[in-house]
């Protein structure tokens, strides 16, 4: 049974950092591409970063380009998400999640497994 755990959450002040951790179990996923998806409260889930499946390729929304990094650890079969220079618009639920594209994709629906999520709040 594939499971996919997120940590690292939490309250952080605006201009603070986090580091978002999701660790998958029941498989291994090295050849997959990863990403990571936030909601916001009443507001759809929105693409935050995707990285391909060995790391070397990375692509990030607009709104988070230059202040979060996405990285993976294949011998760990884990993800992760640097959060710098947070602000209160970054408050949503982070997801992390796993798509069978190798390339790894900004598109929600390309994505098979899913964690439950971790909160994140930023306040101001």
């Known amino acids: 049974q594939v499971q996919l755990v997120e940590s690292g959450g939490g309250l952080v002040q605006a201009g603070g950092s986090l580091k978002l951790s999701c660790a998958a179990s029941g498989r291994p996923f090295s050849t997959y591409g990863k990403g990571w998806f936030r909601q916001a409260p009443g507001k759809e889930r929105e693409f935050v970063a995707t990285?391909?499946?060995?790391?070397?390729?990375?692509n990030y929304a607009d709104a988070v380009k230059g202040r979060f990094t996405i990285s993976r650890d294949n011998a760990k079969n884990s993800v992760y998400l640097e959060m710098n220079s947070l602000s209160p618009e970054d408050t949503a639920v982070y997801y992390c999640?796993?798509?069978?594209?190798?390339?790894?994709?900004?598109?929600?629906?390309?994505?098979?497994?899913w964690g439950q999520g971790t909160q994140v709040t930023v306040s101001s």
């Open positions: 990285i391909n499946w060995n790391g070397e390729r990375a």
């Open positions: 999640a796993v798509t069978t594209l190798a390339g790894g994709s900004s598109a929600s629906m390309e994505y098979k497994y």
